[in-house]
């Protein structure tokens, strides 16, 4: 496949996701998709993926991904992503503080055959925790 139609695959993916549409993650993603950073518990593959997400939106219902910018190169793309949503429901053990969360991240994905097989993603998940009202203290580990 072209650079310009994997890059198209994945916008389509950033598009079922904020749409929940997952019969189209279905045809965009293969069902043991790699997702190493997937949240623990939660089951691997594709269907960890959409688990994560729809506890997401329990706490976020407005909860929307945007995409800046995709870099592509061979197989891989990489989407620098900026998620939007507004606390109004429990999530991850947090009570709903109704504030409104923007966080940044970056995915990289592997696509072979037409179809998502690798997500790699990275978010900042510390401005969340800021954003939410927590105080965060960084302490220095010393050996």
């Not at 069902?31 to 729809?54: F, R, W, Y």
């Not at 800046?68 to 109004?88: F, P, S, W, Y």
């Amino acid at each position: 496949m072209s650079i310009e139609e994997n890059k198209d695959i994945v916008r389509r993916y950033q598009e079922a996701y904020n749409n929940c549409d997952f019969d189209a993650l279905a045809e965009l993603v293969v069902a043991d998709v790699l997702t190493p950073n997937i949240i623990s518990g939660m089951p691997p593959g594709l269907e960890g993926a959409k688990a994560v997400h729809q506890t997401t939106l329990i706490g976020m219902p407005d909860y929307h991904t945007n995409i800046e910018d995709l870099i592509a190169e061979g197989d891989k793309v990489v989407a620098r992503v900026t998620m939007t949503g507004t606390h109004t429901g429990n999530i991850w053990g947090i009570l709903a503080t109704g504030r409104r969360v923007n966080l940044t991240g970056i995915y990289i994905v592997r696509i072979a055959d037409g179809k998502i097989v690798e997500h790699w993603g990275e978010e900042n998940g510390l401005t969340v925790f800021r954003q939410l009202g927590f105080k965060v203290k960084l302490e220095s580990i010393a050996e």
